[in-house]
C-alpha cells in the first residue's frame, strides 16, 4: 500500500531531510555529562526510562499480537462467556506495582543523595572527597539578561563566564535581582531556580576540562534567549593563571558599577572584574545595593524585636553572615545542642476528677481567662 500526501508534491522529499537537520541540532548536554552530579542525574533517567519500557514495550507487542491472532480469520479463540482470569489480573495489577514502588524508593533515594543543599559525598565514582580540601565558593546572581559570577576568596569576578578547576568541589550560592530566573548548566548539574530576596545553594563538581554552555532554563522576558554563559573547565594550574589574569584587570565592581550592570541589557560579551566590593552580594540578596536602602536583614530583626520574637540561639548574628544550618555540613561536623524543651509539668492546672462540674468551666483550667473577663466563672 503506498501514501498520498495530497498538495505535497515534490515538497515531500524535503520533509525527512529537514526532520535530520532539525534533531542533528538538538543538544545531548544532559545524556553527556561532564561532571559526576550531572553523571548521576543522566543515569536516573536511564533507569527510570528503563523501568517504565517494561511496561510500555509489552503492551505495544501485546497490542500487534492481539491484532494479528484475533483478527478475522484468525487462529485466535473468542470466548463469549470470559468475564474474569485470576492470573491476568495478578499480571496486570503486580507489574505495575512494582515498577511503582522500584520508582518511589529511586526517587526517595536520590532525592536526598543528590539534594543540591548537601556537601558531596565524593569527586566521582573513582575518586573520594578530600575533607581537607574546601569547596569553591562561587556567588552566582541573575541579572536582566546576564549572569554575574563572584569569587568571593578570590576576589574577582565575571559576567557571562564560568571557570572552574576539574575535580573540586564547588558550592554556588545563588540569586536575582528583578525577577525569577533558571540557574542551568546540563553537563555540570540540575537546573537551580534563583529568586530575588532570597538565596539557593548548589554542591557540583566538574570532572572533565573542556568548554560547555550554561543558560536561563525560566522565562524571563524579552533577552532571555541570549541570556547564556560560557563554562570552562581547566585544571588547577590553569585556574590559578586565569584568577592572575582577571585580577590584572582594571575594572572593578563597586556599588556604582553593579547599579549600572543591574540594568536590563542584551547578549552581553564576557567581562572580567579585577576586584569586589566586600560584601556586595549579601546586599543584593538583601536588596539594599542602593544606597540609603534598607536590608530586608535589619527590617526583620527589627521587626522581631518589635514583636518580642526570640533572637537565633547561640546570639544575633551579623549583618552578611548568617549562621549556616545543620544541612550545609558534614555529619561529623554537627555538635549535638542542648535540649531547651520545657520539663512537661507533672500536675497540670485544672480539675482531675474527670466527673466534677468544674470541668465545664473554662475559668477553672485557665486562670488568666478569668481575670481578663472576657468569659465569666
Not at 549535638?336 to 468544674?358: C, H, I, L, M
Request: net charge positive.
Amino acid at each position: 500500500m503506498r501514501l498520498s500526501f495530497p498538495g505535497l508534491g515534490r515538497h515531500a522529499r524535503v520533509i525527512p531531510i529537514a526532520l535530520l537537520v532539525l534533531l542533528s541540532g538538538c543538544e545531548r548536554a544532559v545524556l553527556d555529562p561532564a561532571g559526576d552530579i550531572a553523571l548521576q542525574q543522566r543515569n536516573l533517567i536511564y533507569i527510570s526510562t528503563g523501568l517504565m519500557l517494561l511496561i510500555i514495550v509489552p503492551v505495544m507487542i501485546l497490542i500487534v499480537v492481539f491484532a494479528w491472532r484475533y483478527r478475522k480469520g484468525g487462529d485466535g479463540t473468542y470466548d463469549k462467556q470470559f468475564h474474569h482470569s485470576t492470573s491476568l489480573e495478578l499480571v496486570i495489577w503486580s507489574a505495575p506495582l512494582l515498577i511503582i514502588i522500584a520508582l518511589g524508593a529511586l526517587t526517595w533515594s536520590s532525592t536526598h543523595l543528590l539534594d543540591p543543599f548537601r556537601p558531596l559525598d565524593r569527586i566521582s565514582a573513582e575518586k573520594p572527597i578530600d575533607r581537607n580540601v574546601a569547596p569553591l565558593r562561587v556567588q552566582v546572581v541573575a541579572l536582566d539578561w546576564k549572569w554575574l559570577f563572584i569569587y568571593p576568596e578570590q576576589g574577582v569576578a565575571t559576567v557571562n563566564e564560568l571557570v572552574l578547576p576539574v575535580d573540586r568541589q564547588v558550592r554556588f550560592d545563588i540569586t536575582s535581582t528583578n525577577m525569577m530566573n533558571t540557574f542551568y548548566a546540563p553537563t555540570l548539574a540540575g537546573m537551580i531556580y534563583a529568586m530575588p530576596g532570597m538565596q539557593s545553594t548548589l554542591h557540583a563538581v566538574l570532572n572533565k576540562p573542556g568548554e560547555y554552555e550554561g543558560f536561563s532554563a525560566n522565562y524571563s522576558g524579552a533577552g532571555f534567549s541570549d541570556m547564556r554563559f560560557k563554562l570552562h573547565g581547566v585544571d588547577q594550574a590553569s585556574f590559578d593563571r586565569w584568577i592572575g589574569e582577571t585580577k590584572a584587570s582594571t575594572k572593578t565592581l563597586q556599588t556604582p558599577q553593579y547599579l549600572a550592570l543591574e540594568k536590563p541589557s542584551e547578549k552581553v560579551p564576557v567581562a572580567r572584574y579585577g576586584s569586589v566590593e566586600a560584601g556586595i552580594f549579601s546586599r543584593i540578596v538583601n536588596r539594599c545595593i542602593t544606597p540609603g536602602t534598607t536590608c530586608m536583614s535589619a527590617t526583620m530583626k527589627h521587626d522581631g524585636k518589635q514583636h518580642g520574637l526570640v533572637p537565633p540561639r547561640g546570639g544575633e548574628h551579623q549583618h552578611g553572615a548568617p549562621p549556616e544550618g545543620a544541612v550545609f555540613k558534614e555529619p561529623h561536623e554537627i555538635a549535638p545542642g542542648t535540649n531547651v524543651t520545657k520539663p512537661r509539668d507533672p500536675k497540670p492546672p485544672g480539675n482531675q476528677a474527670p466527673a466534677s462540674p468544674k470541668n465545664r468551666d473554662i475559668s477553672s483550667i485557665s486562670p488568666a481567662l478569668a481575670r481578663d473577663g472576657s468569659i465569666g466563672a
